[in-house]
């Protein structure tokens, strides 16, 4: 179980079958960091081209076609002071008749205390003031190679993960990911200090990462990615509109029910049916991702 | 402010502006009651047909058109100890191809416990066993006379309110309607002890309530059903897709921050940027039903 | 076979279970006229409130529960001289990120030659100068009265009919329509002298019309208005998304080709498969309207 | 204006900047062939992997970035004497809860005379018997390399062309693609005997083709394909759900009319609202195709 040290030197706007950056065994942690969506790093230097550019792909040993990996996120931390967002919300997320209301779009800046703890709005000046939030940083896009030799650009996602945008992607869960290509090709990018649901201005407060993230190569076939941190199980549909999203989570929560908790379909709808809870992770890239969620506290009660 | 005991002799399948079944004053309380879906009140005996009747309507004095009521649910408890849902999940709800692999439409029975704490799982036997989930009664229909005159059946839902089966509307929570017929004709019924996030099986534990609620004339205008709780402001959305749902009850937040909170567009969209939620009350009625949710801390900020 | 001559004295904005204006018996014609969008008559009179304003309803003797009825459009005449749109396209229709590249809405005027044949475009100026387009007169929105003692607004539509803005309602067509209330109570109005797949600006060219139409007692039931000419038959589903509108319509054409052409659900899917058509009714109201088509030409082949 | 006769060797399932195949001169015709979706050739033998497998990339001198290409199908023939096709509706184009009601998904084949004028269906044996239906041969897939380095499944389609399944590419159309690497890097694939609308059994009849194209490099920046046959000029919508689809080609059918035509958005509006037609390429791929179509008839009368 190796720690791994990695600077990147070169960023990926598309996920696709790379070059690998680094080679890492099953179970090994990687310590390394990402730029903002813009390709600026810890300084604030442009080091690449902007668009969730993607540090990795990491090569997993052992994680073969058809199985699935396990990457949990040890550490997603905002590694500079100064992060931004956008101050209008996008016309997709309004009445169409609405949007000719709306402001053009203009960045918002936000500057990030020392212990990383708040975001405080720096600009535009509005009726806010100096608002202060409290952080909750989450990793926007990050995936493995997708299926059929394809390279998918960091605007989208797709089975394999990607521009997901989901809040829940915070420090402590664990997603496991299909694996489509030998190594699985692990990447990922777009931090946010914070995001609202649906990430509707297009944008949450992006900055660049300090990340730690340790992955196993785990058994089963997976359709589309899923999740745990401590209350929950989650399931994750990436597509438009969002009621075909809703139908990839919640197929693959009745899935994962059946084949892991032995709940066939009848057991899994009265129990979904009165306990399933929904997110939607992002409503504005060309994908939209919703979330089926399940508390575990409900999964001890199965076959009692 | 006075406290009508009523009993209902009559129910409604639509919406719209029948002949009322009692005028209250601005601020006054009804402490009546509702049958469950299948048209059964407390001692399960069937009353009246089924589809989501409605005890109502109540003719609000002082409501005009144009304006909107604030509508408080004061209690919300289920009056007898049986009730029942669905044990399938809606082939909407999941993918297209995996509808096939579905049991036929079958009901669940659940066990409510004197103090109406627990839903037990009778029947059907699945290996969940006897499956225990606390309570949570909220009012699946309820609403005002639509506009122009329309009666709209109970199975769906709009800018009136109507089907919305959002599990949010629970006892406690205000909600605010707009007021298209003099008097607003309110009705209610379609009472769930407890229900998953979205319907999806296309019911919650159907059961009859006792409720009791008391109505205020509101100023203002609206265009979609608001409500707020302790810690938070609503909008809803009621329309197919999701997508629409999502624009309706966004536009609403934006127009509600703009109109009583003094953000212009800019400053809502920052705020709602980093700090919005979603919920999905249905997504199984003819017309689905999201929540645009906003907590309440971060108001006092505003203009701060 | 009776030919009523009925001149209209009063005009609905909802389809619902009015007072009958007149009972017909199975196979009369009825020869009366219908008022434009905004209420106005041959002469130009506001005569009503706007919004689609319905002549009828007309009461069937024999129009069952549960059985349909067929209308013959035999004629529909533009009356008058001068109709109008709109010179817009509906911010719905277009991307929104282009919606604010459109003009505010404004009204355009057309003028009818006498013969009823061309409409010319008289304002505003724009580069199409004075365009002439060969009249195709439709009939927008009919229906009977939906199920449930429902009254549904004339902006939008359902399995009752309703405002389907569909450009193939035209003379000659027979439409079928399920009945859900005795007598069927069927209703028409909002003539366009012509209009775009889709009713994108949100108006044909709107106009009042004389029309005559001749109704018989259908046999069978239906879920969705059928209809066929000289060339077609054709399913119309109404929903929105338009992708909801498709799965209705193509479910009713399987069902028809099930019932009444003996072709099994693999046999109806090889033709359909190959051969079937669609449009798009409107893209405008609040439900959509697709049209499911197949060419006569491949029915007597069926079973050959 | 040279013609070049293309044997291929190589195949790819995804669209992207593969190696070209034939460097060919702005204005040249390409004579070459394709496979069909399962990768079997004119003699039945199978030469590649399933999944369009696509004919190209086609390296075309001239073509530059941000600029166009117009492809002229020359000629789309049929060149063997055996296709398929699927005998059941797919699942997302039926209502959900008429799924069950369809039969397994299994294979027709269907016999092509050596005319190349009519399919006749060989099995299964239904109701339909024999059936003769007249071809009707048009191209699945085609597209230039995606932006931003991406390589796209032949399963689905985008502003780059790909999987659009749209029975109007027959031989006589001229198709425009933006070009966003260097050479354009055009590829075909998966020819259609025939398909119906929406290609609704998820297949038309594949069978591999003879074919040949002109390709010219075009003036101007376009954000979608682009179409004009004898009668009318096309723009093509790539996405889910259908409605976006309309948005795409609805808004890149004004900007033509407004870059190429001088009408403003106004006048384009006037004439699209009462002339525009649609067509539904597909309704069963990852991205569902919406063709907008305008009549040229309509397009001298511009400015007159």
Redesign the interface.
Known sequence: MAVHRFQPQKYY??I?AHEPCLHIANGDTVVTSTVDTDGCDASGTKVTKA?NPQTGPFYVEGAKRGGSIAVRFDQLRPNRRLGF???????????????????PV?R?AWGIDEQGTF?T?LS?A????????PLSPMVGCFGVAP???????T?TSGSYGGNMDYRGFRQGVTVYLPVYEEGALFSLGDGHA????????G???EISFDVSFTIRVAAGSIRWPRAENDEAILCVGN??????A???C??EM?RWLRDDY???????????????????GN?FDPA?TVVCKLAKK?LP????
């Open positions: 706007t598309t696709g668009g967002s956008l101050a209008t919300i996008a016309p997709n997320v309004l009445d169409p008749g609405f949007v000719k209301e709306m402001p203009e918002a975001a709005l535009p509005t009726a806010l003031g100096t608002i202060r939030l299926d059929g030799g394809q390279a998918i650009s605007d914070l995001q609202g649901e649906g990430e509707i201005s944008m949450g407060i597509a438009r509109p969002l009621d075909q809703v139908q990839h919640t197929t009745v032995r709940l066939d379909a009848s057991a899994a709808s009265i129990l979904l049916g009165q306990c399933v809870q929904y997110e939607i409503f939209y409900y009660s199965v076959g009692a």
